[in-house]
């Protein structure tokens, strides 16, 4: 069977210092930040992965499939934690996932329905290693979509000049 991770997805932006940098320029950029990197590992890795974000204030649908990642956006009044409880109740196969937070409620849950579980910092510090070696296996340079717009806004100034 294919492990699977479940991972509080804002929990994991909060915890890690270069995602937190990112809320400086908005939650949507942090949030994409988490998903670019989510999608690189799972490239690397071959896994399912499922993130919950709490979704009462980024009006996204509650559930979509994007680049090979489960999205799960709460509803209000529901939080993020509720619907990870919720996932973990309906697994079918418990000891093939591993949930990603460090909120102690949300892992002690986990693990009381016989889940693996990871502090958010732990997984990232692992999972950095796995990205830099991808990464650096690409011929071509990656760049997030707000990089890409700022030589695109400076391209055209110049043109226009």
């Given at each position: 069977?294919?492990?699977?991770l479940?991972?509080?997805?804002?929990?994991l932006?909060?915890?890690?210092?270069?995602?937190?940098?990112?809320?400086?320029?908005?939650?949507?950029?942090?949030?994409?930040?988490?998903?670019?990197?989510?999608?690189?590992?799972?490239?690397?890795?071959?896994?399912?992965?499922?993130?919950?974000?709490?979704?009462?204030?980024?009006?996204?649908?509650?559930?979509?499939?994007?680049?090979?990642?489960?999205?799960?956006?709460?509803?209000?009044?529901?939080?993020?934690?509720?619907?990870?409880k919720?996932?973990?109740?309906?697994?079918?196969?418990?000891?093939?996932?591993?949930?990603?937070?460090?909120?102690?409620?949300?892992?002690?849950f986990?693990?009381?329905?016989?889940?693996?579980?990871?502090?958010?910092?732990?997984?990232?510090?692992?999972?950095?290693?796995?990205?830099?070696?991808?990464?650096?296996?690409?011929?071509?340079?990656?760049?997030?979509?707000?990089?890409?717009?700022?030589?695109?806004?400076?391209?055209?100034?110049?043109?226009?000049?």
């Open positions: 069977m294919t492990p699977e479940l991972i509080d997805g804002y929990n932006i909060f915890c890690i210092s270069d995602l937190r940098a990112q809320l400086q320029q908005g939650l949507e950029i942090a949030r994409d930040e988490l998903l670019h990197k989510l999608i690189t590992f799972r490239a690397n890795k071959k896994m399912k992965i499922t993130v919950v974000f709490d979704g009462s204030q980024v009006g996204q649908p509650n559930k979509i499939k994007q680049n090979g990642l489960y999205l799960y956006y709460s509803i209000a009044p529901q939080k993020a934690d509720e619907v990870i919720i996932l973990i109740q309906k697994s079918r196969n418990p000891r093939n996932f591993t949930v990603i937070s460090s909120d102690n409620e949300v892992a002690g986990a693990r009381s329905h016989g889940m693996s579980t990871l502090h958010a910092e732990e997984f990232y510090r692992k999972y950095l290693v796995v990205e830099n070696k991808y990464d650096s296996a690409q011929t071509e340079p990656n760049m997030s979509k707000g990089e890409l717009q700022q030589w695109l806004d400076l391209f055209n100034q110049n043109h226009s000049s």
